[in-house]
C-alpha cells in the first residue's frame, strides 16, 4: 500500500512538474522573438510566429542598412529631391510619372488581411528600431521617417517594375550594357557525385544602392528559410529550406512595349478616332542649398497604353508594363519560401505575380527545374525583334490586355541531361541535349542566341559526368575566358603572318596566356584591350548559329583588321601600362570602401563565368563595380549542405564591422559554410536581441 501511494506521489510531482515547465513554456518561451548575429553579420530570427519573424526582420535591415533603406524609401516616394535635393529630381519626375506612390497604396488595400499584418509588423521594426537608435541613422535620412507599408510596397514596385522590368536608360535607348546579370545551375542526383541534388545561385548586380543584396535567416512556426533579398524587401527572394531552393537569373523577358502616337489636338488617334489623354497636375518640390523648397509643375499624361513620355525628336511615346495589376508577388514569395515540394512550390509560382526572371529550382527529392517565368503578353503578330522596337500605338492590334497562362510558359523538369543552366541566355538553351523547342512557341516569347557566358557555362557542366558539391564551387570561381578560347589560336596565327613586329610580341604573349583572368594572368589584358578595337558580332567569320550553339561563332571574318586592331591594342598598352604582358590584377582591381586588391574575374561579354563588372579609371586601371554579389552552393543532402558570399558584406552603415568584411573572401575565390541550427549559430555568435512582443 505504502509502495503504491508513494509511487503515486512521484507521478503527481512528475506531472506537476511537467505542467508546469509545459506552462512556462508556453507563457514566456513562444512570446520571445530573437534575432542571433553571427560573426558575418547575418540576422538568424527566431520568431514566435511569422507577425514576429517580418517585424524582426525590418529591425534588423534597418540595423545592417538603416541609411540606405530610408534613402531607398524617400526615392519610392517621389519625393527625394523634396529631401535631399536636385541631385534627385530625373528619379523623381521617373516614379510620379510612373505612377508608384498611388499605386502602392492601391496595392496595399489588395492585400490579403493576414499579408496586410506582415507588411505593417515589417514597416513597426523599422520605426521601432529607429525609435531606439536614432543616434545611429544619418540626420539627413531622418526625415523619411516613420515608414509606412505603402512606402515598401512602393520601394517594390520602383525595382522590380521601374528598374528590372524598365527604366529610364533603356527607354532612351543609352543603355549600352545590362548590369543586371546572373548565373544559376540546378544539378539532378544523376549528375552529382554524391547522389544529391545541388543548386547554384549566383546573381550579378550593381554593388550599391538598390542592387544591394543582404543576408538573412527566417525561422517562425512552419518555415525555416535562408537566403537574401534586396535591400528594403521584406522577404527573402533567393532562398532555400529544409526540403528546396530557388534562384533566379534576369531573362529574356519583353515586360514592357513603347508605342509611338499620333498626336492630334490634344490628344492621339486610336483605331481612327480622337482620344483624350488622362492628365494628372503634380508637383514637384526641391530642395534649395539654402534650405528652402522650390516648387514646379508636372504634368503627367496618359494613353490607353500607359503614361506617356516625350522623346528628344519631339515625339511622343506611351509605356505599357507588364504586372502593375497584379499585387501579389510578397505573398507569393512566402508562400515559395513555406513550400515543402515541388507541386507545393509551382502551386505558388502559378499564380504569377513575379513579372520577370527565370526560376532555378533544385529539392531534397532529387527534382529540378528552370521556368522561363514571367508575364508574357498575348500577341496577336510580331517576333521577339518586333516587339523590341517602337510599337505603332494608333491601332488595337497592337495593344494586349492579357498575359499568358503558366502552361504556355518554356518549362524544363528533370531533363534527361540531369543539369539546367541559365546565364541570361534563352530558355532554348537550358540543357543539351535541347528540351525546349523554340518553333512550339510563339515568336515574341524569347529571342534565339547563347553569348559566351552561357557557353561557358553549358560546358563546364556538360563535360563533368559527376560533379562534387567541391566542384560545383569551384567551376563558380572559373574565370576561363571563353572568347579566348574560341579566337586565341587565329589571333595569333594571322598576326604571325600578317603583322608587323610588335603584333608578332603581341601574339607571343598571347601564346604564353592561360586563358585565365586570375590576378597573375599575364595576356588577359591584352585580349581584352584588342576586344575594344573590334567589332562584335561583325568580326566573326561564322556567325552564331542555333544547330551548333556551343561551337559558335568563331573565325576571323577580316585577318588583317584583326591584326590591326591587335597592334593598336599593344601599342596603347605600352604606353599605359610600359608592357604586353601586365598581369591582370594589376589593371582589373576589387575595390569597396576603403579596400583595394588584386582582381579576378572579368567581363560577362568575354565569356567568363565569374564575373566582375570594372570602371575606368583617369590613371589606366579598372576598379569592380558590380557583378557577382550574393552567392549560394546548396547541396540537398541530409543535413543540408550550403555555402555563401555576399561579396561587399552584409551591411552599409558607416560603423559597421561588415561594411566590406566579405571582399578579401571574394578575391580569393572563398564561400562561407552557412550556419543555420541554433548550435551552430550560437558557436559563431556576436549579437543577441530579443524582442518581448
Excluded: C
Amino acid at each position: 500500500m505504502q509502495g503504491r501511494l508513494w509511487r503515486f506521489r512521484l507521478a503527481f510531482l512528475a506531472l506537476i512538474f511537467v505542467l508546469l515547465v509545459g506552462g512556462y513554456g508556453r507563457a514566456i518561451l513562444p512570446t520571445a522573438t530573437e534575432i542571433l548575429w553571427d560573426t558575418y553579420g547575418v540576422p538568424h530570427i527566431f520568431a514566435k510566429d511569422a507577425r514576429g519573424a517580418f517585424q524582426a526582420f525590418g529591425w534588423a535591415q534597418m540595423q545592417s542598412h538603416g541609411d540606405l533603406l530610408l534613402r531607398l524609401y524617400g526615392q519610392a516616394r517621389g519625393r527625394a529631391a523634396e529631401y535631399w535635393g536636385e541631385d534627385y529630381l530625373a528619379s523623381d519626375r521617373w516614379v510620379l510619372t510612373m505612377g508608384v506612390p498611388d499605386r502602392a497604396r492601391r496595392w496595399y488595400q489588395l492585400q490579403s488581411p493576414t499579408f496586410q499584418g506582415y507588411l505593417d509588423a515589417f514597416a513597426a521594426g523599422i520605426n521601432t528600431y529607429a525609435q531606439e537608435h536614432g543616434d545611429l541613422i544619418d540626420d539627413d535620412v531622418e526625415v523619411v521617417l516613420p515608414v509606412k507599408s505603402e512606402d515598401v510596397l512602393a520601394h517594390l514596385q520602383r525595382v522590380l517594375y521601374f528598374t528590372f522590368v524598365v527604366n529610364p536608360a533603356r527607354v532612351s535607348g543609352v543603355e549600352t550594357r545590362s548590369l543586371a546579370g546572373s548565373n544559376a545551375w540546378a544539378i539532378a542526383p544523376s549528375r552529382s557525385a554524391n547522389g544529391h541534388a545541388m543548386l547554384l545561385a549566383n546573381p550579378h548586380l550593381l554593388w550599391s544602392d538598390r542592387f544591394l543584396w543582404y543576408e538573412a535567416q527566417l525561422q517562425a512556426p512552419g518555415v525555416n528559410i535562408y537566403g537574401a533579398t534586396l535591400v528594403g524587401f521584406p522577404g527573402l527572394a533567393i532562398a532555400f529550406n529544409n526540403n528546396l531552393g530557388w534562384t533566379y537569373t534576369v531573362n529574356t523577358h519583353d515586360g514592357w512595349d513603347a508605342y509611338e502616337l499620333q498626336l492630334q489636338d490634344d490628344g492621339y488617334l486610336f483605331d481612327g478616332k480622337m482620344q483624350a489623354f488622362e492628365t494628372e497636375n503634380l508637383t514637384l518640390r526641391v530642395k534649395q542649398p539654402d534650405g528652402s523648397v522650390r516648387s514646379q509643375p508636372l504634368v503627367v499624361r496618359r494613353s490607353i497604353h500607359g503614361p506617356v513620355i516625350s522623346k528628344p525628336n519631339g515625339k511622343s511615346v506611351a509605356l505599357r508594363v507588364v504586372g502593375l495589376d497584379q499585387p501579389g508577388v510578397l505573398e507569393q514569395w512566402w508562400d515559395m519560401a513555406r513550400a515543402k515540394n515541388l507541386a507545393q512550390f509551382e502551386a505558388a509560382l502559378q499564380r504569377l505575380q513575379l513579372p520577370m526572371f527565370t526560376v532555378m529550382y533544385a529539392d531534397r527529392k532529387g527534382h529540378i527545374m528552370h521556368l522561363f517565368n514571367g508575364q508574357v503578353p498575348i500577341r496577336r503578330e510580331g517576333d521577339y525583334k518586333y516587339w523590341s522596337g517602337v510599337i505603332p500605338g494608333d491601332t488595337s492590334n497592337t495593344l494586349w490586355t492579357k498575359y499568358h497562362p503558366y502552361q504556355d510558359l518554356p518549362r524544363v523538369v528533370d531533363p534527361a541531361s540531369g543539369w539546367l543552366q541559365n546565364a541570361n541566355d534563352p530558355p532554348w538553351t537550358t540543357t543539351f541535349p535541347q528540351a525546349l523547342d523554340p518553333a512550339k512557341f510563339p515568336a515574341y516569347m524569347a529571342p534565339q542566341f547563347m553569348h559566351f557566358r552561357a557557353q561557358r557555362s553549358a560546358r563546364m557542366l556538360n563535360e563533368d559526368p559527376q560533379i562534387s558539391f567541391e566542384e560545383m564551387v569551384q567551376y563558380k570561381h572559373s574565370t576561363r575566358m571563353e572568347l579566348g578560347d574560341r579566337l586565341i589560336a587565329d589571333l595569333i596565327a594571322v598576326a604571325r603572318q600578317y603583322g608587323n613586329e610588335l603584333a608578332r610580341q603581341a601574339a607571343d604573349v598571347l601564346e604564353a596566356w592561360d586563358r585565365q583572368t586570375e590576378a597573375d594572368s599575364k595576356g588577359a589584358v591584352l585580349f581584352a584591350a584588342w576586344t575594344q578595337e573590334v567589332k562584335f558580332p561583325e568580326v566573326f567569320a561564322t556567325p552564331w548559329q542555333a544547330d551548333s550553339p556551343l561551337t559558335t561563332p568563331h573565325g576571323l571574318a577580316n585577318p588583317q583588321n584583326a591584326v590591326k586592331a591587335l597592334e593598336t591594342a599593344a601599342s596603347k598598352l605600352e604606353q599605359t601600362y610600359g608592357a604586353l604582358n601586365v598581369r591582370w590584377g594589376d589593371v582589373f582591381q576589387l575595390e569597396y570602401r576603403n579596400q583595394k586588391l588584386p582582381g579576378n574575374g572579368g567581363f560577362d561579354d568575354l565569356g567568363v563565368f565569374r564575373t566582375v563588372w570594372f570602371a575606368p579609371q583617369k590613371d589606366g586601371s579598372f576598379t569592380s563595380i558590380g557583378g557577382d554579389s550574393y552567392v549560394a552552393a546548396i547541396e540537398f543532402s541530409n543535413p543540408i549542405r550550403a555555402m555563401t558570399l555576399n561579396s561587399y558584406g552584409n551591411s552599409t552603415q558607416p560603423n559597421s564591422r561588415h561594411n566590406g568584411d566579405q571582399l578579401s573572401l571574394f578575391a580569393q575565390k572563398q564561400l562561407r559554410p552557412v550556419w543555420r541550427s541554433r548550435q551552430e549559430i550560437q558557436a559563431h555568435l556576436e549579437e543577441r536581441k530579443i524582442f518581448r512582443i
